[in-house]
């Protein structure tokens, strides 16, 4: 679904999927936005530069996954500008029960993490948007303009990770949470005991890990399950 040619059509212009007119900004009806991060200095300043913009306007804030399914029920906003990472619930698991119930509902991912995994199962829950925190000051607004336009934006750097691992094998669950103990420090003996396993059956998982990620051995393949987004910490 996410192939080279999808990717790199992606990069085709600054950020944006799709090809189409800039929209201008109506700024006789503003467009109502929900923001939702765990941390407060980032919702401040989202909503610092955001409320800049005559024809934008914050309608409410969440610190979770599950205080913006609430707020996104009770308030129904244009866009919402969410996060990824946030406990208890993710940014992902709360998209997906928002676009569950309102299919029409437009989102942008704001986050740190550019790993093309974590951008795949987000461009996969329906999001509208892929953006990395440092553009908070850039062109947020013009995102969420054109994402309130129906149009789709990712970033050219994470576009071009999708294209560079299109078509290599991907981690089965169990290898997930293999890795994860793995970056925990755990021997194979200890994954063993924590999975309910054979000693020997979390060795083989190890050794399918560090092979379909292209790794040079445990400690590398924990880099790259971080930098690809696989991983969690």
Same mark, same amino acid.
């Given at each position: 679904?996410?192939? %080279?040619?999808?990717?790199?059509?992606?990069?085709?212009?600054?950020?944006?999927? +799709?090809?189409? /007119?800039?929209? *201008?900004?109506?700024?006789?009806?503003?467009?109502?936005?929900?923001? @939702?991060?765990? !941390?407060?200095?980032?919702?401040?300043?989202?909503?610092?530069?955001?409320?800049?913009?005559?024809?934008?306007?914050?309608?409410?804030?969440?610190?979770?996954?599950?205080?913006?399914?609430?707020?996104?029920?009770?308030?129904?906003?244009?866009?919402?500008?969410?996060?990824? !990472?946030?406990?208890?619930?993710?940014?992902? +698991?709360?998209?997906?029960?928002?676009?569950?119930?309102?299919?029409?509902?437009?989102?942008?991912?704001?986050?740190?993490?550019?790993?093309?995994?974590?951008?795949?199962?987000?461009?996969?829950?329906?999001?509208?948007?892929?953006?990395?925190?440092? %553009?908070? %000051?850039?062109? *947020?607004?013009?995102?969420? %303009?054109?994402?309130?336009? =129906?149009?789709?934006?990712?970033? /050219?750097? &994470?576009?071009?990770?999708?294209?560079?691992?299109? =078509?290599?094998?991907?981690?089965?669950?169990?290898?997930?949470?293999?890795?994860?103990?793995?970056?925990?420090?755990?021997?194979?003996? *200890?994954?063993?005991?924590?999975?309910?396993?054979?000693?020997?059956?979390?060795?083989?998982? @190890?050794?399918?890990? &560090?092979?379909?990620?292209?790794?040079?051995?445990?400690?590398?393949?924990?880099?790259?399950?971080?930098?690809?987004?696989?991983?969690?910490?």
């Amino acid at each position: 679904m996410f192939g %080279r040619d999808l990717a790199l059509s992606q990069m085709s212009a600054p950020l944006a999927s +799709d090809i189409g /007119p800039h929209p *201008l900004p109506n700024l006789n009806r503003k467009v109502r936005v929900l923001v @939702v991060d765990d !941390q407060p200095l980032l919702r401040e300043g989202v909503t610092a530069v955001l409320t800049r913009s005559p024809d934008l306007t914050i309608v409410g804030e969440a610190s979770d996954g599950r205080e913006a399914i609430e707020k996104f029920r009770a308030l129904q906003p244009d866009v919402t500008v969410m996060d990824l !990472q946030m406990r208890p619930m993710s940014g992902i +698991d709360a998209m997906c029960v928002i676009r569950l119930e309102s299919a029409t509902a437009r989102i942008v991912v704001l986050t740190r993490f550019a790993g093309d995994v974590l951008a795949r199962r987000a461009l996969e829950a329906g999001v509208s948007a892929y953006v990395l925190k440092e %553009r908070v %000051r850039m062109d *947020l607004g013009d995102i969420i %303009r054109e994402v309130h336009q =129906g149009m789709k934006r990712i970033e /050219p750097s &994470i576009a071009l990770q999708i294209a560079n691992y299109a =078509g290599e094998q991907t981690l089965t669950s169990r290898e997930v949470e293999v890795l994860q103990l793995v970056a925990g420090g755990n021997s194979n003996k *200890l994954i063993a005991r924590a999975l309910t396993i054979s000693e020997e059956t979390a060795k083989s998982h @190890v050794r399918n890990i &560090i092979e379909k990620l292209g790794a040079h051995g445990r400690t590398h393949a924990v880099t790259l399950g971080l930098r690809r987004g696989i991983l969690q910490l």
